[in-house]
């Protein structure tokens, strides 16, 4: 088939009884022969379309999806379109519509994954294994956050992991499953520990042994019997209506566990395409397998060099070893729509990608598509040379931003607590925390640890919250402390209003109510606070409060680099952290393109358009070299 034949071919589909724009057939008219070949692809074969950075694959998604709609015929069945955000849902929905050009019937489903599988499987049929009787009315799952405090919902007391941990209460709604690891874990994502490192930890295992001492029973708390007590808390947590956000999926693939079950969903939805599949867990991977053994065709989209989700088990080898294993056939997108061809050959070599890739940017930085800058001992001393070289090639400040690997670097670069700040840390913090930003509340929960600390003694680095373990057992923990306490203070009505006030008549209202509440919380977890007296800081008794405020309105954007996957910029300021002990945010650990590391300094190097920058700290000759010999130009500061 000739392209002006394949354009037609699916110009003819998408236009019958409705209106089709000239819009809608230009953009068509404008795709690749392999962009072609993909949405006019079979529908009941397995496809995995590798598509490179930039390479437009939500738009071709989204014609695809519209494609194999106009052609569905049944009403009582339909296509799944999947992804892992509700913006990424919302775009696809866009792109689907704009091609589809009417309304969507509602057997058809655009949404995330977690909807899907919670919505259509888990909720549907979870009570059949793990839920209340039949006869009762409700039978859904309410949903309770991993985060949610057990100190202002004392629900959660009956729900309690019946183990003796030491200095650490562990609720059900904290508890998850890891399929990859066969082990359970407390808390979420890159802090979870596994409940069997916690059981074999020194602390613990000194514990036990003087609990068997004491009660001259040898035989106590041994793994299986932490085992046992695993299975029963989550089973009533279950039994009584609620699942954390991870274990619908476990629910779900309990489900599908059951054949009837599974070949309903899949006569239901034969179809499923999903966007950005390198993000698929394993628990998702398995759901998946399900339902392709019971007949559901499967068409994943995604960039497996873009697979940098490994704190919520996402693997590429996971996702290779189920293609291989479901005999999926790959086709290719080949052409980036983003960046200038030095970014993409950089790019390709660094992510030791075996194909060709060709860019389709031209160049507005000369040489300077990619080049590197030296600091010495402060990072900000290479953000200058980078708006410096914004200038010289007329990059507006808007459309550059600097990538880090953490939320602390990008606290220390950006949004960091002033020592203005710090004069009034819990005023400011409340102040803060009401704003309901993500930024503006780890700002309020930092200022109330220094406060914390200030007061009660202890040691912490700023850049966890002050967290030491003088205090509480593990980081999670802590913050969750320190968010149930600024909950419970903007809960109060009196606090809150700030209006006409001086700090010293706020002071005078509310002290006694700002130690007690904390008082409360810190009794929680063992800690007293010392008799103190709150008062206004001197010389600032008599001054109106003031609206806090973050950051300069031109200040250069910063964010880490997991935030901005997907997104586009015409300039990228890539951070290195000073040595290898950032680990994932190391320069050479980049390189190293067969690891998480190299993936994640991969997908922050093909976000830019005319201007990849990377800042290193104090390389030696033989590492100029290297990043010299990979194409880098040094930048002058």
């Not at 203005?420 to 400011?428: A, G, L, R, S, V």
């Not at 409060?545 to 973050?550: C, D, G, H, S």
């Amino acid at each position: 088939m000739t392209r002006d034949e394949k354009i037609e071919k699916l110009t003819e589909v998408l236009s019958v009884d409705k209106v089709f724009t000239q819009q809608a057939k230009e953009r068509i008219e404008e795709k690749t022969d392999e962009q072609l070949d993909y949405i006019l692809s079979p529908i009941d074969q397995c496809i995995y379309l590798e598509a490179c950075a930039g390479s437009g694959k939500t738009e071709v998604l989204g014609l695809k999806a519209a494609y194999e709609i106009c052609k569905w015929q049944s009403s009582q069945t339909g296509i799944a379109v999947l992804t892992f955000t509700n913006e990424a849902t919302a775009t696809i929905a866009n792109r689907v519509a704009s091609f589809y050009g009417k309304p969507i019937s509602s057997n058809h489903f655009i949404g995330t994954f977690s909807s899907f599988a919670h919505g259509y499987i888990a909720q549907r049929f979870g009570y059949k294994f793990y839920h209340i009787p039949e006869d009762k009315a409700d039978k859904s799952f309410r949903v309770v956050d991993s985060d949610i405090s057990p100190y202002s919902n004392q629900w959660l007391e009956n729900y309690k992991l019946n183990f003796p941990f030491p200095k650490q209460a562990i609720y059900a709604s904290q508890l998850y499953y890891k399929a990859i690891c066969k082990d359970w874990f407390v808390g979420q994502g890159e802090s979870a520990n596994s409940l069997t490192e916690l059981y074999n930890s020194a602390e613990c295992q000194q514990y036990i042994i003087e609990i068997r001492q004491r009660k001259n029973a040898s035989y106590l708390f041994q793994f299986n019997y932490l085992k046992k007590q695993i299975k029963e808390c989550k089973l009533k947590f279950w039994h009584d209506g609620f699942a954390n956000f991870d274990d619908m999926n476990l629910i779900a693939h309990r489900c599908l566990r059951d054949e009837t079950i599974c070949h309903y969903i899949s006569r239901e939805f034969p179809v499923i395409l999903i966007d950005e599949c390198q993000d698929l867990s394993v628990s998702e991977l398995r759901i998946l397998s399900f339902l392709i053994r019971a007949r559901t065709t499967v068409h994943y989209i995604g960039d497996l060099h873009q697979a940098i989700y490994s704190f919520k088990d996402s693997y590429p080898e996971q996702l290779l070893e189920h293609l291989t294993f479901h005999r999926f056939e790959t086709m290719h997108l080949s052409q980036n729509f983003r960046s200038t061809q030095k970014i993409v050959d950089f790019s390709r070599k660094m992510g030791g990608i075996g194909y060709s890739i060709s860019g389709s940017v031209e160049s507005k930085c000369g040489d300077y598509n990619c080049c590197y800058v030296e600091y010495d001992d402060d990072e900000k001393d290479a953000i200058i040379a980078f708006t410096d070289t914004l200038n010289r090639f007329d990059i507006p400040t808007k459309d550059a931003v600097v990538l880090v690997r953490t939320q602390t670097a990008k606290q220390k670069l950006s949004h960091g607590p002033s020592n203005d700040h710090k004069t009034h840390p819990i005023i400011n913090a409340i102040q803060l925390w009401q704003q309901n930003e993500p930024v503006a509340r780890q700002t309020a929960l930092s200022l109330l640890a220094y406060q914390l600390q200030r007061w009660i003694g202890f040691h912490g680095k700023s850049n966890n919250y002050y967290y030491s373990d003088e205090v509480c057992t593990n980081a999670v923990s802590w913050r969750l402390l320190l968010k149930s306490i600024l909950v419970e203070l903007c809960s109060d009505s009196v606090m809150i209003n700030m209006d006409e006030l001086t700090y010293g008549s706020w002071y005078s209202k509310n002290k006694e109510r700002v130690i007690s509440i904390i008082a409360h919380h810190l009794n929680t977890i063992g800690q007293n606070i010392p008799e103190i007296t709150i008062r206004t800081p001197k010389g600032t008794a008599k001054l109106p409060i003031y609206p806090v405020k973050l950051t300069e309105d031109e200040q250069l954007r910063v964010e880490t680099i997991h935030s901005v996957k997907g997104g586009t910029f015409d300039a990228v300021l890539l951070l290195s952290s000073p040595d290898g002990r950032g680990k994932t945010g190391f320069w050479e650990n980049w390189l190293k393109s067969s690891e998480e590391s190299g993936r994640i300094g991969y997908v922050a190097s093909t976000r830019p358009r005319y201007l990849l920058c990377w800042g290193v700290s104090n390389l030696s000759d033989d590492q100029r070299r290297e990043l010299e010999g990979m194409g880098f130009i040094k930048l002058d500061k």
